[in-house]
Every structure is written in C-alpha cells, then in structure tokens.
C-alpha cells in the first residue's frame, strides 16, 4: 500500500519560512517523479513545484522562494519555502507519478492527506 505522508505546515508570518516533508512508503521511491501542488478553497488545485531525475520546476509565483529536493535513500520530498507571501496560504498537497508528469495532476498517481499553510499579513 503506498502511502505519503506530508509534515511541517504551520502559521507564519509573512516574510518566514517553512519546510515541508513528506515521507513516501510502499513504492520505489526513486523511480518515481515527487511533487508539491497546493488548493484553496473555490480554486483548482495548482502545481508548485516538481523533481525528477531530470531536474526540477517550478511555478512562476514561487521560483526564487521555494526550493525542492529529494532524499531517495529517506523516501522523504522537501518543499523549502522562503520569503513567504499571504498569497501562499493553501492546502499543500505532495504527489508521486510516472517520470515525466510533469506540472499536470493528472499524470500523478498517488496523492498525501495535505498539510496546512498559513501565511499573515
């Protein structure tokens, strides 16, 4: 059964930072493409940022703030979120798929409970 569980959502005040994880069992981890996506209540749900053996990406409301990384020996994904804006305030959701997903949920298989970010003005 896979299973990935997401860690280290908070209250922060705009400027601060966070770090999220997400601890990934059942599958073979390296084999897999990680992501973060995030959703707001009356929103689609909308990508973050993305890693695979290719590299990684990022959405253009985050690149230069938030940086992802991978530990295939842990089975753990990173989201390091810097300089954090109001606007970040979501339901941060961490996602495994077929190499190549990309930016698109649906190409992603496998999806965690979510973690809760707030970010006050």
């Known amino acids: 059964q896979v299973r990935l569980v997401e860690s280290g959502g908070g209250l922060v005040q705009a400027g601060g930072s966070l770090r999220l994880s997400c601890v990934a069992s059942g599958l073979t981890f390296r084999s897999y493409a990680m992501a973060w996506f995030r959703q707001t209540p009356g929103k689609e749900r909308e990508f973050v940022a993305g890693?695979?053996?290719?590299?990684?990406s990022y959405a253009d409301s985050v690149k230069g703030r938030f940086t992802i990384s991978r530990d295939n020996v842990e089975n753990t994904v990173y989201l390091q979120m810097n300089n954090l804006k109001t606007d970040d305030t979501a339901v941060y959701y961490c996602?495994?798929?077929?190499?190549?997903?990309?930016?698109?949920?649906?190409?992603?298989?496998?999806w965690g409970q979510g973690t809760q970010v707030t970010v006050s003005s």
């Open positions: 996602a495994a798929g077929t190499p190549g997903a990309g930016r698109r949920d649906y190409r992603y298989n496998y």
């Open positions: 890693i695979s053996w290719s590299g990684d």
